[in-house]
């Protein structure tokens, strides 16, 4: 579902509308519950493991990448992932997730946006997962005087944060469906969200300098949505652990970096140009170039696989 930038925020450029989110970095304090947990909670596929470093994903490029630090602890009031939401084909699939978890009785918060079908959990170190699919046929959501709210099918409004109907979402199962198949190999992430330390800053930096366009600011929830193309939000941005917020110590669990893919050599170099002429650090990298957002997430720019 394709929705139009707010215009009154828009560059005189844009990111590549191919642009997609890449893999996720974490990390962790103890890579063997982490990966037990991703792999029997979530039907993660292991690509690869080195000593504390591990690859998980589909079965095709690695969208979650795992390294185990000593002495790791979790921080609050932090700038950091608030969650990284890992989108599925289509609801039969988000069905087999959320039985899943059900079976095994893990917490999780099943929540109807009406444009998307979503759970919300955390891992077992506290690290925010979004599972979700499209469901553009039921409606849209809005950012409207500074309001997030969602529009059904039939015009009723909704506040965009529903209970999701389980039992509806269970019906697209069917009698061959196993709650232990892996992830299907169209699994990807849909998108990342951010808690950073000022919400216009950030907006100016992964708009004004990436090339995302703004789809909406809440400044009623302390909220923005930038994304490529017309999607609904590829970066969710928030200052829910509070304005101001510090980045998280080096010895807090959680997020390493994000990769934002890139579709061409040139559309990379484009995007390289622009952070280089905002006077922004990076350093090249194995996984990419690495850089810092004001809030000092870190961020890699790649070039597709």
């Known amino acids: 579902m394709s929705v139009l930038p707010n215009s009154e925020t828009k560059t005189g450029f844009s990111i590549h509308p191919k642009t997609r989110m890449g893999a996720i970095s974490l990390k962790v304090a103890n890579l063997d519950n982490q990966l037990e947990f991703y792999q029997k909670a979530l039907g993660f596929k292991l690509h690869w493991r080195e000593g504390k470093e591990a690859g998980l994903g589909a079965g095709g490029n690695d969208l979650l990448l795992l390294n185990e630090e000593p002495n790791l602890k979790k921080y609050r009031g932090v700038t950091g992932l608030y969650h990284v939401a890992y989108l599925f084909p289509n609801r039969r699939e988000l069905a087999i997730a959320i039985a899943r978890l059900f079976a095994i009785k893990y917490p999780n918060s099943p929540t109807d946006h009406i444009l998307t079908k979503t759970t919300y959990l955390d ?72 808690h950073v330390r000022d919400v216009d800053e950030a907006v100016d930096f992964y708009h004004g300098v990436i090339g995302f366009d703004v789809m909406g600011i809440a400044k009623a929830y302390q909220m923005g949505f930038v994304s490529a193309g017309g999607y609904h939000h590829h970066l969710g941005l ?68």
Do not use: C
């Not at 039939?154 to 506040?159: M, Q, Y």
């Not at 928030?238 to 559309?267: C, E, H, K, M």
């Not at 000092?296 to 597709?304: C, D, E, H, K, T």
């Open 238 to 305: 928030n200052t829910w652990q509070g304005r101001g917020a510090p980045p998280p110590p080096p010895d807090a669990v959680g997020l390493r970096y994000f990769t934002i893919d890139l579709p061409s050599q040139a559309v990379y170099e484009e995007v390289v140009a622009r952070v280089d002429a905002a006077g922004i650090s990076s350093n090249l990298t194995e996984a990419g170039l690495m850089l810092h957002d004001p809030s000092q997430n870190g961020v890699i720019l790649r070039v597709a696989k």
């Open 123 to 194: 891992d077992l170190e506290g690290n925010g997962i979004e599972l979700y699919a499209e469901s553009p046929e039921d409606g849209t959501w809005t950012f409207k005087d500074g309001k997030y709210e969602s529009t059904r099918a039939d015009g009723s409004w909704s506040d965009g944060r529903e209970p999701l109907n389980v039992e509806a979402l269970f019906k697209h199962l069917t009698d061959d469906d196993r709650l232990d198949q892996p992830v299907p190999p169209e699994f990807r992430i849909g998108h990342v969200h951010l």
